[in-house]
């Protein structure tokens, strides 16, 4: 190598290395707090809305350990290789012990499994009933409310405001947290009585929904529940009302995202549709109030679901940290277990046993199209309420303990 | 009316909107031997397009039907004058590389214009509700799709079966050196084939807005579809294209009933068999 061709080398490696070195440098600024989230690929809508949240929650505890908190963004890509070497690299990179964020199922359980081996506390989001079931363990908190709770208030209220809908029909994604539901749902359905009448199993890669419909139409339920969820339940229950579906029966989406998907299906679909919701930004609750004027001032947006999620468990990870006064991880995750506290939806625990969170969810109801004036304001709560599996029936057994 | 007759209808009306995102790739490589990985994108612009048209703009959906094919043939035909070009002559490797990276470009495009959430385009106000009849109900709207989309079909077919400009582009892309020494200018003729397939593209994608909503990465569904289509019925068949998408509206929809969680995976499985005992598929040429 010439004098010439050294001196190009040397000075293109400085260059593309100083960019590094300021990484590492802002790195060692403030207290790390990750925030694990897709925010690229086919779930870059969860991210958008989840970084938000754990935004939210650094302006309500901008100092932690007497350092100003920094939310470390990270990519998890909806893939949950990449969720866990993401977060290991940014554990390394800026001792960052901490991770919340609203996550896939399979990255959830990814991530707080490595949390658990690396050192750390893990507080998410995620549908499987796993990651406080049968993959729990000491690092993992989940915030967002089970299948089971999501069934019990969603299906029971409405049988029992509905008693003359007897024969309800599903439409279900066939995987772990589709059966999840549909189970839930056939034990309440035989609870009460309820005939179901057909079931449509259906692959998670399906946006084409009018046969499942059809098959539905054919057997004529009173009720159409919809188990599936975020951009599959959007087109079942778009094609649904297509089908005039709405005029024949009542409809009930049991894992709805919410305002955000309200906005997606618009108006003259949502209304007269039941959903259920794991938050809403209308709850009349003292943290909530506060929470949507912070959203709503900062960022001029009305929280979602996975906004709430990230918020909520990003600002009581940096409590306990603050109440403990040391970021030990294990510390931390002991002053977590059982905590009560004044949430979004009113008074919530994060119960010890599992580290499951206990909170309301919601069955709501779209408003007529011709009252909605404000596009956040569609729909409104029928009613409310905490349900969590027993922990006795419960398949959590703190691995990792 | 039974359950599977129901289904082979509702198959129809599906297969009918599969056969237009998958006829202009299949016109594309057919005419071309152009690989193009970005007819998905072409698709979700279409749709995006419909959406700012329709909703954004407030001119209707059926204004974006008449504008929207327009305005991706212009965008189809600019992109293929400075970029896609250059690679006619290339690997078939290097054209899908290139026009992968074309279509990203153009969903990272969307997504900075439109964010990542799902838009709703209403179905126009005249093909709101359904068709009743005995035991059949079906949207009005799909009926519209299915019967607007086999008269395209139609004129397709006599556009490049039946026309002089049909033959320039048939004889182009056979034998593209005698046809330029007879005087017809081929890279202009490939240019418009290529910004014609791309507006069918669109115009799928205006078409299955107010069914399937909008949102950034449907372009990616609408690829993996029409490629399925097009290995089933054969790459450059027009005809492969209609029986392709038929057959694959068809069997999701019985399926639907007969084994619903297959439904989807069987078109996949069904590619797979077509490619092992017909890998030019049903109605390519060898």
Redesign the interface.
Known sequence: MDRRSFMKVSGGLALGGLPWYRSFAADADGFPMGCATPMSGVFAEIGKYSLIGAQAAALDVPEVLGKPTRIVSIDSEGNPGVAVRKVREAMQRTGMRYVSGALLSSEAIAVGKEMNRAGGVAFVGAGADEVTGSECNRATFRWSSTTYGAIEQTVRPLARLMPQARRWYTITPQYVFGDALLNNAKRIFSEMGIEHVGNSYHSLTESEFSGYLTNAMAARPDVLLILNYGAQSTATLRQAVSFGMKQKMTILMAYSDGVTQFHSLGKDIVEDVYFGCQYWHGVDAPTNKHFVELCRRNFKVTPPYNTALTYISTRLTLEAINRVGSADPAGIAKALEGWKYDGLTGPEEIRAFDHQGLKDYYLMKGKPAAEVSDPDEMAVIVSSGESTIPVEQSLCKMAGA | MS?YL??IF??V??GMLYFLIAVGLSIIFGLLRFVNFAHGAFFMVGAYLAYAVSVSLGMGFWSALAAVPALVFVLAVALERVLLRRAYRLSHMAQILLTFGLSMILQELA?VIW??????M??PDALG??V?WG?F???K??LFVMAFTAALAGLLWWLLEGTRLGAVVRAGSEFGDMTALLGHDIPRVFMLVFGLGAALAALAGVLAA????V????G??GLSIAFVVVVIGGMGSFAGALVGGLLVGVL??????VW??????VIYLCMALVLLTRPYGLFGRG
Do not use: K, W
């Open positions: 359950l129901l289904q509702n198959g009306g599906i997504i964010g990542t959430d799902g838009l709703h209403p179905t509700g359904v009743e035991g109900i079906y949207p709207y799909r107010p069914i399937r909503g949102e950034p990465f449907m990616l569904d999701q929809s019985v399926l639907s009933s619903p969680e297959m439904a989807r995976p």
